[in-house]
């Protein structure tokens, strides 16, 4: 992990209608680190991400990703901002028409950029990289929740983003296939040196490959720490997330 | 233009929100006929709702046509046969399908039947964050979605209003040879002598734009959609219901920009 600033929060507040979902959001997420938001639902975990992706514009404060003010860009700027960012949405979202192999070509396929041969080269080395070497010509109705989410996955490494963000990477899916893709996270980001971002409710996953976790609540981070330093907090309201998930003597699912 | 936006609360700012997405996404969508040509993906998928548009429609336009040929040559024989005009049934046939219901009969059975359908996928495509996964991929859901639905419709529209016009006649001759006394190939003629071949064009500019207004409304309303499978059924019935008045509030301005000034 390098000191170098990836993600800058400054202030962000983000509203819908007279509701404040963040309320001042702050942060600081450097290159390579795999940074963890959990907290309890609706308290803007998704939102978070969506800001830094550039899908909303924050009512208030800065967003600024990979040197870039996301709100200040014209539209073909954002979008070529964008091809910087893998994003893993949390039902998948792949295009229903289409196998998962071509699901994830359609980036490389759209922008035109690679030769047709060294596309195919690429996809079927992500998907065996996710598992789903024989599932290629599969279609997402055909699949499981967790094959969805690893094709999902697929795509959004497929063009060697500088970002990576997830959005409840491990929801839905059986505790080995949660292993399967926190080890996936974990590797990637150490791998390639990728900066991570990931929102969860899988206290278990995040204390293996966080750096940092995060604790949204009331639209503001309220304690940012190491995992180990997390677990040791006395935070009333961290400390009851925390000690719901503590079964059998450790953190588990 | 940004499809994943924090929903407006205000009504009538909502509404002009949406008018003002429909004029940018109609005028982009035309401008971006050329990835039609030169994009693969966009190609095919203009094939695809070609095929859509167009010949899944006919089954419905081919029924709805024959009927409305049939009652409105009924009717109208019923009121010339009091003054021994029979002959005028297939003259008002003539100008009143080139000129209004074929294109208007066109504009409608594509809302119900194609555009209330783009409504409902691209509004199932929002609320699955589909429209934002193409975002973050850097691809335009405009040029990826719209535009070969949009020129599709736009191709389409004028050959199947012409097709429902020929269906309607047929339904009309029909019924002027069984129960008018007026032989069909007679009743034919007539209609073709008549046609004038401003009533062709005026209808078939009509049919395009209608395919044109329907397409956009029900994509940009499909991109509107919220709430999950209650909001991808409220688009579905918005779209026809905002296509429905689209076409007859654009159906009635054309008709005054071309008949009367």
Not at chain 1, 25 to 46: C, M, N, Y
Not at chain 1, 113 to 139: C, F, K, M, N, W
Not at chain 2, 46 to 61: C, D, H, K, M, N
Request: aromatic share 8%; proline share 4%.
């Amino acid at each position: 992990m390098s000191s170098e600033s990836v993600i800058l929060l400054d202030n962000a507040v983000m509203a819908f209608g007279g509701r404040r979902v963040l309320n001042g959001l702050t942060a600081d997420i450097r290159k390579g680190e795999i940074f963890v938001i959990i907290g309890p639902s609706g308290t803007g975990k998704s939102v978070t991400l969506k800001l830094i992706s550039g899908l909303l514009e924050p009512t208030a404060g800065r967003v600024t990703v990979l040197g870039e003010d996301v709100n200040a860009l014209s539209d073909a700027a954002l979008s070529a901002h964008r091809r910087r960012i893998g994003y893993l949405f949390q039902s998948g979202a792949l295009l229903g028409w289409k196998t998962l192999a071509e699901n994830v070509a359609l980036p490389l396929l759209e922008h035109g950029r690679i030769p047709p041969g060294e596309i195919d080269r690429r996809v079927a080395a992500v998907l065996e990289e996710v598992g789903l070497g024989a599932s290629g010509e599969l279609y997402p109705a055909e699949v499981s929740g967790g094959m969805i989410k690893r094709a999902g996955f697929a795509r959004a490494i497929v063009e060697d983003p500088e970002l990576l963000l997830f959005d409840e990477p491990t929801s839905g899916l059986d505790p080995v296939m949660s292993r399967v893709i926190d080890r996936l996270i974990a590797s990637i980001s150490r791998a390639r040196g990728v900066t991570c971002v990931v929102v969860t409710h899988d206290l278990a996953g995040a204390l293996q490959y966080a750096d940092r976790i995060a604790f949204l609540k009331e639209g503001r981070f309220l304690e940012t720490a190491s995992p180990e330093a997390l677990l040791k907090t006395r935070t009333p309201d961290i400390r009851a997330f925390l000690d719901a998930q503590f079964v059998g003597g450790t953190y588990g699912r | 233009m940004r499809f994943t936006q924090a929903p407006i609360r205000n009504r009538a700012g909502a509404v002009l929100a949406e008018c003002g997405r429909t004029v940018l996404v109609t005028g982009r969508s035309l401008m971006l006929f050329p990835c039609i040509l030169f994009n693969r993906e966009c190609r095919r998928a203009f094939f695809e709702q070609l095929y859509t548009a167009g010949i899944r429609s006919l089954p419905v336009a081919t029924v709805v046509a024959l009927f409305t040929g049939m009652i409105l040559s009924l009717q109208l024989g019923i009121a010339f046969r009091q003054f021994s005009q029979e002959l005028m049934v297939a003259y008002t046939m003539s100008f009143t399908m080139f000129r209004e219901m074929g294109p208007f009969m066109t504009g409608i059975i594509l809302a119900s039947c194609v555009g209330s359908a783009m409504a409902a996928q691209l509004g199932a495509m929002t609320v699955n964050e589909e429209i934002a996964a193409l975002e973050m991929m850097g691809i335009d859901p405009v040029r990826f979605l719209v535009v070969p639905r949009l020129w599709a419709m736009a191709v389409m529209a004028p050959l199947l209003s012409f097709y429902i016009c020929v269906v309607a006649f047929c339904g009309g001759a029909l019924v002027g040879s069984t129960q008018l006394n007026l032989p069909f190939l007679q009743y034919m003629s007539e209609v073709v002598r008549v046609a004038e071949i401003k009533d062709l064009y005026v209808g078939l500019f009509k049919a395009i734009l209608f395919g044109i207004m329907v397409s956009s409304v029900s994509c940009v309303i499909g991109f509107s959609t919220r709430q999950g499978a209650v909001g991808v059924g409220a688009s579905t019935r918005r779209s026809v219901v905002v296509s429905f008045l689209v076409i007859l509030i654009g159906g009635y301005f054309v008709t005054r920009f071309f008949y009367v000034f």
